[in-house]
């Protein structure tokens, strides 16, 4: 079953344009949420953590926030370098083991 | 510091053969991780590791191996490489101390298997 359901698949934004990528999560006893960057050809890059509804995170243009139940990634006024495949994931705990379940990805793509 | 390094980049496979991707970390982490991530698929665990001689099975286990002998190393090894198979795979790590999930990844081994 998918525990994590990221939103839309692809977006395609111009310079400036601001929007929300989006990460609904359907497990219990979150244990954190994290937010990577991928670019093609290249391992994911670790960007944000949070742990409790009402957490807000900010870097550069991006502000990642939490409720109980999604986490939107907010992008203010893109730029072309900000094109890449953003990845959220959530810690859980299953079976007295923690594990990282991986949403399937938004390519965003900016254009000049 | 290189971070982590993952030989090699790109490797063609027959089905049957059989090969190793190696993964090697300077940051003297403690967990080391191998996902795989499939066209439009969500990173899956296949192994990982909490340290030197501990390693345990992830979501998709089937077809590889895995051993960590040292703090530095993680080899995954595909027996018999199947089609299926056909993947990027991602070794990762992250220091315990830091208390959360922060993966350190490398930049990928991409497999094609024929």
């Known amino acids: 079953e998918d525990q994590v359901t990221q939103s839309p698949e692809a977006l395609r934004l111009q310079e400036g344009e601001s929007s929300s990528l989006n990460c609904s999560y359907t497990v219990s006893g979150l244990r954190g949420l994290f937010w990577y960057r991928q670019d093609p050809g290249k391992g994911p890059e670790f960007l944000f953590t949070?742990?409790?509804a009402g957490e807000e995170k900010e870097k550069e243009r991006l502000k990642a926030t939490l409720t109980k139940k999604e986490s939107f990634l907010h992008i203010t006024a893109p730029k072309p370098e900000d094109s890449a495949t953003y990845l959220c994931?959530?810690?859980?705990?299953?079976?007295?083991?923690?594990?990282?379940?991986f949403g399937k990805g938004t390519k965003l793509t900016v254009n000049p | 510091n290189a971070g982590v390094t993952q030989t090699p980049k790109f490797r063609i496979l027959k089905i049957g053969q059989s090969m190793t991707l190696q993964c090697t970390q300077d940051?003297?982490?403690?967990?080391m991780y191998w996902y795989r991530q499939d066209p439009g698929m969500g990173l899956k665990l296949i192994y990982y590791s909490v340290g030197a001689g501990i390693t345990d099975k992830g979501e998709v286990p089937n077809g590889y191996n895995v051993s960590r002998s040292t703090t530095e190393d993680f080899p995954l090894r595909l027996e018999l490489a199947a089609p299926s198979q056909t993947s990027v795979y991602f070794c990762a790590s992250r220091n315990r101390a830091t208390g959360a999930n922060v993966l350190t990844f490398g930049a990928g081994s991409r497999l094609t298997v024929l």
């Open positions: 949070l742990y409790s």
């Open positions: 994931a959530v810690r859980l705990t299953q079976g007295g083991s923690e594990k990282l379940v």
């Open positions: 940051m003297n982490h403690n967990y």
